[in-house]
């Protein structure tokens, strides 16, 4: 099992910068993606950025060239950057872990994200 634990959410002004922290315990060994989702309310869940276990990345046409996904291999923990925040990006983040075994998919509780304009 896989224990994924976000942070970092809160409010800023639009123009501003947060950076969410996805902490990952468990069993993460066959752990092949790590990925960042919101969903607004009243809208469905879309996924935001991707880091695979190569350390490739992939981005949202929504927001890319202003979040920037990465990883710490020795804190087990994924961060989200976000910069140049609008107020279309409040919404719910949540991390997500993807393994490449059963039980494959795991999520956490979600982080509030607030931008006002």
């Known amino acids: 099992q896989v224990q994924v634990v976000e942070s970092g959410g809160g409010l800023v002004q639009a123009g501003g910068s947060l950076r969410l922290s996805c902490a990952i315990s468990?069993?993460?060994?066959?752990?092949?993606?790590t990925s960042w989702y919101r969903q607004a309310p009243g809208k469905q869940r879309e996924s935001v950025a991707d880091i695979w276990r190569s350390g490739s990345t992939v981005y949202s046409d929504s927001v890319k060239g202003r979040f920037t996904i990465s990883r710490d291999n020795a804190e087990n923990t994924v961060y989200l950057q976000m910069n140049s925040l609008q107020p279309e990006d409040t919404a719910v983040y949540y991390c997500?872990?993807?393994?490449?075994?059963?039980?494959?998919?795991?999520w956490g509780q979600g982080t509030q994200v607030t931008v006002s304009s």
């Open positions: 997500n872990v993807n393994r490449v075994i059963e039980p494959s998919d795991f």
């Open positions: 468990g069993d993460n060994y066959f752990i092949d993606r």
